[in-house]
Nanobody
Framework: EVRVVESGGGSVQAGESLKLSCVTFGWTFVDSSMAWYRQAPGNECELVATASPYYADSVSGRFTVSQDNAKNTMYLQMNNLKFEDTAVYYC??????????????????WGQGTQVTVSS
């Protein structure tokens, strides 16, 4: 059984930083088949970044994906956070998610999400 667990979310002020972590159990990090998605209230679930790396225009220059294969962990460093970054952030692994701009929870393995709240 594969488990994906996100952590690191929280409530911050605009301009501050957060670092999300995604650890997997039962799945070994290989190539770039990992991604971060997010869903804000009332919005469609959207691709934020992949391990290729790919970054959505809205986060490019502010967010950075990294990984530690020895720990089966992927990170999302989020700097200069904005109110519009408020969302539940999901980690997805086991598929090449580049080219999938919206959530496809039928592909790969997904975590339960971690809430990021940015106040202006």
């Amino acid at each position: 059984e594969v488990r994906v667990v996100e952590s690191g979310g929280g409530s911050v002020q605009a301009g501050e930083s957060l670092k999300l972590s995604c650890v997997t159990f039962g799945w070994t990090f290989v190539d770039s088949s990992m991604a971060w998605y997010r869903q804000a209230p009332g919005n469609e679930c959207e691709l934020v970044a992949t391990a290729s790396p790919y970054y959505a225009d809205s986060v490019s220059g502010r967010f950075t994906v990294s990984q530690d294969n020895a720990k089966n962990t992927m990170y999302l460093q989020m700097n200069n956070l904005k109110f519009e970054d408020t969302a539940v952030y999901y980690c997805a692994v086991g598929w090449i998610f580049d080219g999938y701009p919206t959530c496809r929870k039928d592909l790969g393995f997904w975590g339960q999400g971690t809430q990021v709240t940015v106040s202006s």
